[in-house]
Structures are given as C-alpha cells and as structure tokens.
C-alpha cells in the first residue's frame, strides 16, 4: 500500500530553519513526481515546491524562491525540504504528495497544481512565531 510520512515539522522562531523529509513506503519514488504543498488556516492548499523523478529539475512558489530548496534521495526513497529564513506566513501544516510519471514524457514533468497529485500524506505542523 503506497503510503507518504511527512515529519520535522515544529514550532521555530521567525528567522530559523527547519527541514521536512517525507518518506515514502510500499512503492519506490523514483517513479515519481514529488511536490510540497502546504495550507494555513482560512486559506486554500498551495503549491510550495515540487521535484522531477531523477531531482534534475525542481520549482518553487515566488513566495518561498531563495529560502526553500526541495531534494530527494530515491536510495533512501526519501524528499526533504529544506526551509530557511522563515517568516510567520511561512505557518502552515505542510503536505507531502506523490504522481508516478514513467517513460520519456515524465522525464521533465513537474506540477505545483495539488490536482495533479493523487496520493498524499497526513501533513506536518510548521509554526513559525517568536
């Protein structure tokens, strides 16, 4: 059964960093798409940051570009991001979503679109507040 573990989420002063990793089990990721979605409170899911299959080629929302970096270790079947400079908007519970894209048309494919993604994990709480 594919399943999606998302962790390192906690409460961290604004300026601090912090690093996600989402683990996956039951399926191996390198068939896979990998994107960072997160949702505050009152607010729609958003597209944060999102990874092609090898990790060649990676996007980011305008709002985290400079402070976010995505990266996966597919030996380890395992994506993190990485989360600098954060900043109280930063605060949301931070999802982990996976789409298998397999052959030469999924080689540079990528989404930060949440419906383009069927499998999700149970999301992580980041605060960032001083």
């Known amino acids: 059964q594919l399943q999606l573990v998302e962790s390192g989420g906690g409460l961290v002063q604004p300026g601090g960093s912090l690093r996600l990793s989402c683990a996956a089990s039951?399926?191996?990721?390198?068939?896979?798409?990998i994107g960072w979605f997160r949702e505050a409170p009152g607010k729609e899911r958003e597209g944060v940051s999102c990874?092609?299959?090898?990790?060649?080629?990676?996007n980011y929302a305008d709002s985290v570009k400079g402070r976010f970096t995505i990266s996966r270790d597919n030996a380890k079947n395992t994506v993190y991001l990485q989360m600098n400079s954060l900043k109280p908007e930063d605060t949301a519970v931070y999802y982990c979503?996976?789409?298998?894209?397999?052959?030469?048309?999924?080689?540079?494919?990528?989404?930060?679109?949440?419906?383009?993604?069927?499998?999700w994990g149970q999301g992580t709480q980041v605060t960032v507040s001083a």
């Open positions: 979503a996976a789409v298998r894209r397999i052959g030469l048309s999924g080689v540079l494919w990528m989404s930060l679109s949440q419906h383009d993604y069927p499998n």
């Open positions: 039951g399926f191996t990721l390198d068939s896979y798409v």
């Open positions: 990874i092609t299959r090898s990790g060649g080629s990676t």
